[in-house]
């Protein structure tokens, strides 16, 4: 069953350094997200992509967060100098486009940032 | 924020039904009824949606009240593998610009 991947499944960082979240969607979807979750919270909402541009992005994503898809296959989230509040697990998510689209989001297994 | 209401928590004997109820009162009427799981600290996985005809997987089935400010979500057989938050999410059918938003569910724990 195709299958929404992540790495590195965790990673730790020093506050303001640079972090580089990847994700491989399932092949022929072309929405793609990013979500996340604080430790004991809700999932939120980061953003989401489509044609090569963001559609829609929440008010968590601010000018630190940047996404893009460099190779048609990768889906990046990058946070240019992170802050101990980053800490939280990240998940990409995808989903199909067209009469396909049932409206499911297929989620990856998440990538666990800790920011120290 | 989410547009729904869910009880905190729930415990469920292993082999019954568990049903996780869901308030949606302002639902619009082209909005549909997904419901999600994460289990620990798993990515969500899709679980059924519905619109406004009760519907049937091999995960779970939907109920929705006549004036679709209500659903219930039934896993038939609970095994202690169910045990997991589980999230009633209402949206547009998602065409990409329409992203899920989720609240903080129901906390299924399926007992021995």
Same mark, same amino acid.
């Given at each position: 069953?195709?299958?929404?991947?992540? !790495?590195?499944?965790?990673?730790?960082?020093?506050?303001?350094?640079?972090?580089? +979240?990847?994700?491989?969607?399932?092949?022929?979807?072309?929405?793609?997200?990013?979500? @996340?979750?604080? +430790?004991?919270?809700?999932?939120?909402?980061?953003?989401?992509?489509?044609?090569?541009?963001?559609?829609?992005?929440?008010?968590?994503?601010?000018?630190?967060?940047?996404?893009? @898809?460099?190779?048609?296959?990768?889906?990046? +989230?990058?946070? @240019?100098? !992170?802050?101990?509040?980053?800490?939280?697990?990240?998940?990409?998510?995808?989903?199909?486009?067209?009469?396909?689209? !049932?409206?499911?989001?297929?989620?990856?297994?998440?990538?666990?940032?800790?920011? +120290? | 924020?989410?547009?729904?209401?869910?009880?905190?928590?729930?415990?469920?004997?292993?082999?019954?039904?568990?049903?996780?109820?869901?308030?949606?009162?302002?639902?619009?009427?082209?909005?549909?009824?997904?419901?999600?799981?994460?289990?620990?600290?798993? $990515?969500?996985?899709?679980?059924?949606?519905?619109?406004?005809?009760?519907?049937?997987?091999?995960?779970?089935?939907?109920?929705?009240?006549?004036?679709?400010?209500?659903?219930?979500?039934?896993?038939?057989?609970?095994?202690?593998?169910?045990?997991?938050?589980?999230?009633?999410?209402?949206?547009?059918?998602?065409?990409?610009?329409?992203?899920?938003?989720?609240?903080? $569910?129901?906390?299924?724990?399926?007992?021995?």
């Amino acid at each position: 069953e195709p299958e929404v991947t992540q !790495t590195p499944s965790h990673q730790v960082t020093q506050m303001g350094q640079e972090v580089i +979240l990847r994700c491989v969607p399932i092949s022929n979807h072309l929405y793609f997200y990013w979500y @996340r979750q604080i +430790l004991g919270q809700k999932v939120e909402f980061l953003v989401s992509f489509y044609n090569n541009e963001i559609s829609e992005k929440s008010e968590i994503f601010d000018d630190q967060f940047s996404v893009e @898809r460099p190779d048609g296959s990768n889906f990046t +989230l990058k946070i @240019r100098s !992170t802050k101990l509040e980053d800490s939280a697990m990240y998940f990409c998510a995808s989903s199909e486009s067209g009469p396909a689209n !049932t409206g499911e989001l297929f989620f990856g297994e998440g990538s666990r940032l800790t920011v +120290l | 924020d989410a547009k729904t209401t869910q009880p905190p928590s729930m415990d469920c004997a292993e082999g019954r039904a568990a049903n996780l109820p869901c308030n949606h009162s302002t639902i619009s009427g082209n909005e549909y009824v997904y419901w999600y799981r994460q289990i620990h600290s798993q $990515g969500p996985q899709y679980i059924i949606h519905g619109l406004k005809n009760n519907e049937t997987n091999e995960m779970a089935s939907l109920i929705i009240t006549e004036d679709r400010k209500s659903s219930t979500l039934i896993l038939p057989h609970a095994t202690l593998r169910d045990t997991a938050v589980y999230y009633c999410i209402v949206s547009r059918r998602n065409s990409g610009n329409t992203p899920l938003v989720f609240g903080k $569910g129901t906390r299924l724990s399926v007992i021995a």
